[in-house]
């Protein structure tokens, strides 16, 4: 069975939605999400730059809203580092490990075995 798109949005019809929410709304309400899908839309068609400025919009904002279709955003908590554990030789020799700070200060630790840097 075809699925049916809904038809597409034109700039004065999105203006046309924006205009009457803000005439209705009450102080400072946040957009709405069906009207920035709205405005992202339009902007897919228009171009972010006039859809912003037609719909009195931030740029910055709409352009945040318009991640590229297909593309799957960043799950939140995504991890950030991952440690990779080396495995466990029967025996390890004696080492020397030298690490250099920020300021060129060099740091020296030796042993044999596993240690703390």
Known sequence: MPRNKAPIM??????????????NR???????????????????KEGINRTARELHVAWDDLKRRMAP????????????????????????????????GRRGKLRQRRGSGSFPV
């Open 69 to 100: 279709m297909g593309e799957v955003p960043q799950q939140p908590g995504s991890p950030a580092f991952v440690e990779l554990v080396a495995p466990q030789a029967e025996s390890v020799p004696e080492c020397m490990i030298e690490l250099e």
């Open 10 to 23: 034109t700039l004065d019809e999105a203006r046309a939605r924006f205009e009457e929410w803000r005439d």
């Open 26 to 44: 009450s102080g400072k309400a946040r957009i709405p999400a069906e009207l920035w899908s709205a405005a992202v839309e339009v902007a897919r």
